[in-house]
């Protein structure tokens, strides 16, 4: 009975065509930024690596508020509402850290779901930062408005990894 | 010019006989197949489809090749030999994961944007079926002599499990959060979800549809691969860069394997015990040995590889 029942809102499903902001259908997208700082990699590790204090580095960020020691939720400048990011994983040895969206808010980042990795590696010149991530655009069904489209998703994600890359190397330079 | 055709097209099927098998890869990015001679590592061929390919199944008996296009709402049908288009199959929703009966014609396909398995006929290629199934459905799995289907529901961490002849449900299980892939050990009548979002693998037993164990399997596992004789798990970790080898008896990890960046799929050759990783970050296929543990090769690919299946 149960079944028929699932059938038939399967079927209202077809007409009504709702889109799904939590489904992952669509091709995800990717960033990939790289740049290099004047800085030693122990204080770029240092910053990093503090999940807490993207709000002092990210030009971006405007508010953080840890709701334990693994998540984050964070007001982006000029936006009204709030994300949530959660630490997935900050390993010393490798100079890596990794985080992903755990609550979105597609008014504030156009983006359903991400994760990001940022990664350190020692250079000549200083440390080669690489900042990638994958991502999925904020409306995922399959015709999405232009403002919630892929295009729109990768110029969000971009300009969030390229803000986070120099807001770090200002924030070195002090 | 026929000529000149018919001596190419000889030659192009040569090694479809003399080549142990041969993979097909999806490139979602770049919307391509790839064809790798599994027994050589070489890339065979690489050709365009219809954009946003995910999954891809072969079916040899009937010398097709299915492909999902969740953003078109389109599973499209090709000549495994020739890739040549075949017939567009309307689905409508997103269709995304897909599985092929051995024993009788018909495709499943869970649809992620209506919460349904779609049942497509795989002889008159028609679109047969609608199944309601649990919320944003992603993996899908077949037991094929005990006729049951088992689909992760990616939205509301549950695993359904259907009749795969009659349109029944047969129960609706609680497993990890965000599951995405599943598949069933033949051996030991097990199913394993990996589920992304609490990075956990549930283990069911198929007899008693209960899970037996669920347990912690590196970071956002994705697909989960099994050895012929039911003994070994091979899990893809997403986040950590690596293909787990676990034992099937205790769950314990039993070696380990660096992938590319952000692996994918995972597909197992059993006569020369290798593993196939498809890395979505790094555009590449890596192939592994599975008794010395060595990387054998990296095979690069169209942007975005996702899913794979062999002819």
């Known amino acids: 009975m149960k079944l028929a029942r699932n059938i038939f809102s399967v079927m209202m499903g077809v007409v009504i065509l709702a889109s799904n902001v939590y489904a992952h259908g669509p091709t995800p997208q990717r960033v990939d930024e790289q740049l290099v700082l004047s800085a030693d990699i122990d204080d770029v590790w240092q910053v990093v690596a503090d999940f807490s204090s993207i709000g002092d580095w990210h030009p971006q960020v405007t508010v953080v508020e840890m709701t334990d020691d693994t998540t984050r939720v964070i007001s982006i400048e000029g936006q009204q509402g709030t994300i949530t990011e959660s630490l997935d994983e900050s390993d010393a040895e490798r100079r890596y850290i990794s985080f992903r969206l755990l609550r979105e808010d597609i008014t504030v980042i156009p983006v359903s779901f991400y994760s990001i990795a940022i990664q350190l590696e020692a250079v000549d010149a200083g440390t080669e930062v690489t900042w990638r991530g994958r991502f999925y655009r904020g409306d995922t069904g399959n015709f999405p408005p232009e403002n919630l489209s892929d295009a729109a998703a990768v110029e969000a994600m971009t300009a969030y990894a390229r803000n986070g890359l120099e807001g770090l190397q200002q924030s070195l330079a002090k | ?311």
Do not use: C
């Open chain 2, 1 to 311: 010019m026929k000529r000149i055709r018919w001596s190419f097209l000889l030659l192009a099927a040569l090694p479809v006989f003399v080549s142990a098998e041969r993979l097909f890869i999806t490139s979602q990015t770049d919307a391509r197949i790839s064809v790798v001679d599994s027994e050589n590592l070489l890339l065979e061929s690489d050709y365009a489809v219809d954009s946003g390919p995910v999954a891809v199944v072969a079916d040899r008996q009937r010398n097709h090749l299915f492909i999902s296009h969740p953003e078109l709402g389109l599973v499209t049908v090709r000549k495994l030999d020739s890739g040549e288009k075949v017939t567009d199959i309307s689905t409508g929703g997103q269709p995304f994961a897909m599985v092929l009966d051995d024993k009788r014609p018909q495709l499943f396909v869970t649809d992620w944007d209506r919460d349904a398995v779609l049942v497509i006929n795989a002889e008159s290629l028609q679109l047969v079926d609608i199944l309601a199934v649990g919320k944003s459905p992603a993996g899908i799995a077949l037991n094929s002599e005990g006729r049951r289907l088992y689909i992760a529901n990616r939205e509301d961490n549950t695993l359904t499990v259907l009749d795969a002849d009659r349109a029944r449900l047969i129960a609706t299980l609680p497993v990890g959060r965000g599951p995405y892939a599943v598949n069933y050990n033949t051996a030991l009548s097990q199913i394993y979800v990996s589920s992304v979002q609490d990075h956990s693998l549930t283990v069911i037993d198929d007899d008693q549809l209960d899970a037996i164990q669920q347990f912690e399997v590196g970071r956002s596992p994705y697909d989960v691969g099994i050895s012929e004789d039911g003994s070994r798990l091979y899990v893809v970790s997403q986040n950590d860069n690596l293909l787990l080898e676990i034992d099937a008896a205790n769950f314990e990890v039993l070696q380990t394997f660096k992938t590319g960046e952000m692996p994918e799929s995972v597909w197992l050759d059993v006569v020369n015990q290798r593993a196939f990783v498809s890395n979505w970050f790094s555009d590449s296929l890596t192939i592994f040995d599975l008794k010395t543990g060595a990387s054998l090769a990296e095979i690069s690919l169209a942007r975005g590889p996702r899913m794979m299946s062999v002819q």
